[in-house]
C-alpha cells in the first residue's frame, strides 16, 4: 500500500515524503530503490550544541536560580536526547515544587540526571558493614579511575541506592572523541576491575561478594572486542569475530564465528591475559595508595555523597593526579 501511494506522486509535484525507523534491517529492500527513500540519514543523539538549543526551548517556561546555565546542564548531559532533556526540566522541576523552592537549582539539577541515569532513589543503608564494603567498592571504582591517566574524570560517588545499584560512581566521558585507543579501553577496564580490586586488597581474596558482577561481563566484553574486533591483541589485527551490537541500525540478529577450534582458545586465552594484566595492575594500584583510600571511605561514609572535585581534593593530598586530556567544545 505504502509503495502504491507514492508510485502515484507526480516527480515535480514538489512532494518529500519522510520516515523514520529505528530497524532499517527489516525494511522491504523494495523501500530503498531509487526514486522512494534512496536518502538515509543517522540522527545521533545531539552534541553539546544541539543539547542547548533543545534546552533553551524547553526552559521557556520554567524558573532557573541565576546559579544555573542552560550551559553547565547541556555539558552535564552527554549522550541525552530532546526526549531525555525534556524530561530531566521536568524532573527538575517537580522536586524544585517538593521542596518548596522558587526556582530550580543545581541540586535539583543533579537530582534528575541521577533519576534518569540511574532510577528512584531508594534508602540509604543502616547495616554498617555493609555500607562500608559498598563505599570501598565505589571508592576502588573513582580512585583507580582518577589515578589512571587515560581514563575519564570521576563525576560523583554516591553510596545512595537507584535502581538496582546500592552505591554508584559517574565518570565524564569524553562526547567529542570519536575513536578510542587501546590505552584508553586498558584504562576503562582497569576502572571497571577498580571496586573487586578494592573488596581484594581491604578484605581479602575470600571476602570478595558479587557486586562487581557486572563489572566483570562489562571487563569481558571489552576485553574480547580488543581481540576480535580491534586487533589489540598477540593475535595481530585481525577481525575474528563480527560485531555484537544492537540490531537497530540494521545489522544482524545473530552473528556467527568463521574461526576453528584452534583460534577459538587462543582468542580465550588472550582475553584472559588482557583481563589477569589489568587486574595485577589495579590491585597493586589500589594497594600503593591505601592511606588515600581509607580516607576517601570515611569521608564518604560521612558525606554519602561526593563530587568529583571533592574527590580529587582528597586524592591530591596523597598522591599526584595525572592530567587528563579533554577536548572542551565552544558554545559561542
Known sequence: QLLTEMDGFEGNSGIIILAATNRPDVLDSALMR?????RQVTVDAPDIKGRL??????????????QLTLDSIARRT??????????????????TARRRKESIGISEIDDAVDRIIAGMEGHPLTDGRSKRLIAYHEVGHALVGTLVKDHDPVQKVTLIPRGQAQGLTWFSPDEEQMLVSRAQLKARIMGALGGRAAEDVVFGHSEV????????????????????????????????????????????????????????????????????KCYEETVALVGKHRQAMDKLVEQLIEQETMDGDEFRVVVAEFAEIPEKERFSPLLA
Open 53 to 66: 538549543s533543545i534546552l533553551e526551548v524547553h526552559s521557556r517556561n520554567k524558573k532557573l536560580d541565576d
Open 209 to 276: 561478594t558479587t557486586g562487581a558482577g557486572g563489572d566483570i561481563q562489562m571487563v569481558a566484553s571489552m576485553a574480547r572486542q580488543m581481540v576480535t574486533q580491534f586487533g589489540m591483541s598477540q593475535l595481530g589485527p585481525m577481525a575474528l569475530e563480527g560485531g555484537s551490537q544492537e540490531v537497530f541500525l540494521g545489522r544482524d540478529l545473530m552473528t556467527r564465528s568463521d574461526v576453528s577450534d584452534a583460534i577459538s582458545k587462543q582468542i580465550d586465552e588472550q582475553v584472559r591475559l588482557i583481563v589477569m
Open 78 to 95: 552527554p549522550g541525552f536526547t530532546g526526549a531525555d532533556l525534556a524530561n530531566l526540566l521536568n524532573e527538575a522541576a517537580i522536586l
Open 34 to 38: 531509487p526514486g522512494r527513500f534512496d
